[in-house]
């Protein structure tokens, strides 16, 4: 019932942008916290950038600060992750997924861990591929 779709992935060169959308159905993005992580051949899912229910807060990776924006739309129940000066080893199958509620952990603790296992709701991914 409570469904997630990313999209925007693509293929684009070293330096290039790409702007990745999470579109929520079934429920209201508003009363969530959404984290973006990714996952590359070979190595575990990582947290990229979360942002809180209201977008007051954010997090952000230290390999993607300074180049990637999370931000959200709650009247269109959707979460954004604007990615710039994009490298090779940003490719990976990008994931969106939203926190499991208050019942767990504080909601500013999902956004602060940045662990995939805490989250739930998972879209199915988009992939991101960077390269020349």
């Known amino acids: 019932q409570l469904q997630l779709v990313e999209s925007g992935g693509g293929l684009v060169q070293p330096g290039g942008s790409l702007r990745l959308s999470c579109a929520a159905s079934?429920?209201?993005?508003?009363?969530?916290?959404i984290g973006w992580f990714r996952q590359a051949p070979g190595k575990e899912r990582e947290g990229v950038s979360c942002i809180s229910s209201s977008g007051g807060s954010t997090n952000y990776a230290d390999s993607v600060k300074g180049r990637f924006t999370i931000s959200r739309d709650n009247a269109k129940n959707t979460v954004y992750l604007q990615m710039n000066s994009l490298k090779p080893e940003d490719t990976a199958v990008y994931y969106c997924?939203?926190?499991?509620?208050?019942?767990?952990?504080?909601?500013?603790?999902?956004?602060?861990?940045?662990?995939?296992?805490?989250?739930?709701?998972w879209g199915q991914g988009t992939q991101v591929t960077v390269s020349s």
């Open positions: 997924a939203a926190d499991k509620g208050p019942t767990y952990y504080s909601g500013s603790y999902y956004c602060r861990s940045l662990i995939a296992s805490l989250f739930g709701s």
């Open positions: 079934g429920f209201t993005l508003g009363y969530y916290a």
